[in-house]
């Protein structure tokens, strides 16, 4: 089946670095990738929707330029969090989608900023 | 307003014995779809089952089924024989619209589901 492969799994970085999550598809050509963010024991939030070739399209109240998305390709969707701080400490997950049903996760990503 | 309601924080069930997980959505849309994802601790998301809003039957895959009830806007999970491997965070979904490439999918807060041996 259809895989999303997304790396890191984890990630441990210091404060005011920036970090970049890659999300690819394997087997299969994602035009869109959604990117969540779930803080623990908490739901999954999308954060932006990335669409190949475009600009991404963010939810109210995540900022644009803090969370970089870059969508260049077919199979591969990034998100990259500059200047990041202890309050963006969380866990990052892909999505992609395929047909009426399906929608395929990455392993998705612990981000941990010290 | 949520969009998708779980009213069950968390559970604890007896291994092999059949558990109903709640989930009620909101939509104005007659077009949707709704979908029951596991996450187990290591974080991945595991689709378990998918019901369109036109399907006329519920939905079932193995020991997952899900009781769609249209009118009451309920869409719960029912897993049968449940097992310590079901141990896990539970989560509905709902796309609203017609299927398309650039949709979305909103989550439930979740349930966290515990099988006790």
């Known amino acids: 089946g259809a895989v999303v492969s997304q790396h890191p799994s984890r990630v441990i970085c210091k404060s005011g670095t920036s970090v970049k999550i890659e999300c690819r598809s394997l087997?299969?050509?994602?035009?869109?990738m959604f990117w969540y963010r779930q803080f623990p024991k908490q739901s999954l939030m999308l954060m932006a929707t990335?669409?190949?070739?475009?600009?991404?399209?963010?939810e109210q109240g995540v900022e644009k330029d803090k969370f970089l998305i870059n969508h260049a390709s077919l199979t591969l969707s990034t998100l990259t969090v500059t200047s990041a701080h202890p309050e963006d400490s969380s866990f990052y997950i892909c999505?992609?989608?395929?047909?009426?049903?399906?929608?395929?996760f990455g392993q998705g990503t612990r981000l941990t900023v010290v | 307003a949520q969009k998708i309601t779980q009213t069950q924080p968390g559970m604890f069930v007896q291994e092999k014995e059949a558990v109903t997980l709640d989930c009620t959505y909101d939509?104005?849309?007659?077009?949707?779809?709704l979908f029951w994802y596991k996450q187990p601790s290591s974080g991945e998301m595991i689709f378990l089952i998918y019901?369109?809003?036109?399907?006329?039957q519920n939905a079932t895959e193995g020991r997952y089924s899900l009781n769609f009830q249209k009118a009451r806007k309920s869409a719960n999970l029912v897993i049968s024989a449940s097992q310590l491997g079901d141990s896990a965070m539970y989560f509905c979904a709902m796309r609203e619209g017609p299927m398309n490439r650039d949709d979305k999918i909103i989550f439930g807060k979740g349930t966290r589901l515990h099988i006790l041996p």
């Open positions: 939509t104005s849309d007659p077009s949707y779809g």
């Open positions: 990335s669409n190949e070739g475009s600009k991404a399209t963010y």
């Open positions: 999505r992609s989608v395929i047909g009426v049903s399906e929608a395929f």
């Open positions: 019901q369109g809003s036109y399907d006329q």
């Open positions: 087997d299969f050509q994602a035009t869109t």
